[in-house]
């Protein structure tokens, strides 16, 4: 079998899939169109999130048999489509489920010890500390929504501490030693962090709004390292101006493209063209911190990502 690998990853990917009698050509800087006209060629695509996998783009790969994705979700790919032509999906969210719960965690530590803030003032001469008194991880409540890979991964961590941690998830019984599932009303009343693992779909697109952030009894600090159209930025914005919401970690912004290579459609701050409202405030709030959708980038998981595709196609291919 032919596979076309779309996207730099580790040797380990290219390596395995040879060793299992793969052909593995690379392309990575070819144009979508250009792959188009060549697609038909392969029985396997190899991508991470270098452009969407289409009904036209499908359409042309007549001979596709499977598409593998080195992450976690699949939203860059018209996944119904694309099994109602008998393509097998492949992800790897097994693969950077830690690197993501630690990142989480480095987050929401970070901003209740301020220590972004206090770094930048002790480089500039400022030694304040009152200023940046902050805050225990004991007492509180960690509320997790989206308890799946990630999720659990995160949850995981949070076992050295004192805290109670809840999980809300549209799936029935997902909820294990480390989170109780509770109902979204009970969530809401209770936690003190929300820290968002879920995929991009319809029903979390936009799904932090005004309204779901008061609905939380208690003011609160969120964290994502989910996608970032989770949350409508500009009220995000408003939550922190008014003291709803204490604190925020981002490591996925509402204006990342699709492919999540690049923050706008085009490089709008190195072009100094004007940037959203929002964003400007982001960049300047001392209790946001801000990554660029590396939760799940590490040297670890690079390899982890890549033996997990190896692993999941072989298991398919050899039976």
Known sequence: MKV????????????GLESLNFQCDDDFTSSKEKIKEKIHNYNGIVIRSRFAIDKDFINKAINLKFIARVGAGLEN????????KGVKLIAAPEGNRNAVGEHALGM??????KLNKADREVRQGKWLREDNRGHEMDGKTVGIIGYGNMGKSFAKKLRGFDVEVLCYDIKASVGNENARQVSLDEFQQKVDVVSLHTPETSLTTNMVDTKFINAFAK???IINTGRGKSIVTEHLVKALQSGKILGAGLDVLEYEKTSFENLFKKNVISRGVEMPEAFQYLINADNVLLSPHVAGWTKESKEKLAQTIVDKIELIFSS
């Open 4 to 15: 076309l690998v779309l996207d730099s990853n580790h040797p380990i990917l290219k390596n």
């Open 77 to 84: 790919i018209d996944t119904i489509y694309a099994q109602k």
């Open 108 to 113: 929401i530590l970070s901003l209740f010890n």
């Open 219 to 221: 003011p609160i600090w």
